[in-house]
């Protein structure tokens, strides 16, 4: 059975690049896995897929009895709809915890740190597995995003480490490539009055 | 401030070891640790800490304004009165998670294992740190405790690799000792009729 990645509803950089980055590492390890995504690519989030070559995840709206890995957030109510009833085997994530719960032993890794891909970055390692570059390159994408370019409070030693490592093996600068991505998602005339 | 580590009430071996052993860890990385314990310690624990040379942790009622580190549980219900109201920093454990919650970020590693212990192995190598042979042997007590001397469903491949290297730093042999241990907690002659 194909097992879902997601991140939360509202996804930005971090969600749907976490989500296919572990995905992918849980494909390498063996596992049918597959990103998915519970909500629309925002624009900055467009730039790091397309610059690293990668598509959006399939969109999917209702848990079914789908097999699930949460990324990047683990409270119920910004997960996928009917969450309640979908068996979760994993959690990778860096907020606090609320709102969650199993009904048996799973497997969660939650650090204080600014971003899960650094989390990720760890898990690579662990398990002895090759970071490709266009999956660094995402995987950057998604530390630049949550930590505003290392300019974030919830920025950590740990981020800016984990960046330093994934902008060699990702052949960009973070630095440039950051300010280009930023400013992709920042760019107004697309805006609606809403946002 | 000193940082204490709890395993959940009504302790048993796995919870008792893993608090000092996870004190240990935490105090070769520079943290001031201190195991706690929230109950008695069974004549099985007894025998393991007196092997290998350990007193039995401090006993304590109330969290207070504790910052706290949880080992072997997560389920507030489990755990020190007024947790509610103290500081979780890190969480190890091997159930499933539910009735927990914390308002900011933490360290948190639960792996669908069958002990505590099994974990704390990979925190130390993680981490570099060198294993006493007693913090090995209290390690291994808790594994064969958890598992029955491996004969629980709850223990995996994962907790029987764990024990073969703590059995070698330790310097004893599982199954031997692991009966001594199973046999002192069996003792019937020191059980009372609520037992
Ligand atoms: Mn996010
Ligand atoms: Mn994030
Ligand atoms: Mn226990
Ligand atoms: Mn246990």
Known sequence: MTIFVTGHK???????????VYAYLKQQLGMDAQ??????????????????GFE???FVEKA????????????????IDGIEDARILEVVDHHRVANFETADPLYMRVEPVGCTATIL????????????????????SAIISDSL???SPTCTEQDIAAAKELE??????AQEYGLDML???ADLSKKTLEE
Chains 1, 2 share one sequence.
């Open 183 to 185: 400013k992709a998602g």
């Open 56 to 58: 959006a995840p399939q």
């Open 149 to 151: 370019l290392f300019k």
């Open 168 to 173: 060699t093996i990702a052949g960009v600068s």
């Open 121 to 140: 970055l760890k898990l690579f390692k662990e398990n002895n597995v090759e970071i490709p570059a266009n999956i660094a390159g995402l995987m950057l």
């Open 10 to 20: 509202n996804p930005d950089t971090d969600s749907i690049s976490s989500a296919i």
């Open 35 to 52: 990103a998915i995504r519970l909500g629309e690519v925002q624009d900055e989030t467009a730039f790091a897929l397309s610059t690293f």
């Open 64 to 79: 079914g009895e789908a097999e699930l890995i949460l990324v990047d957030h683990n409270e119920f109510q910004q997960s």
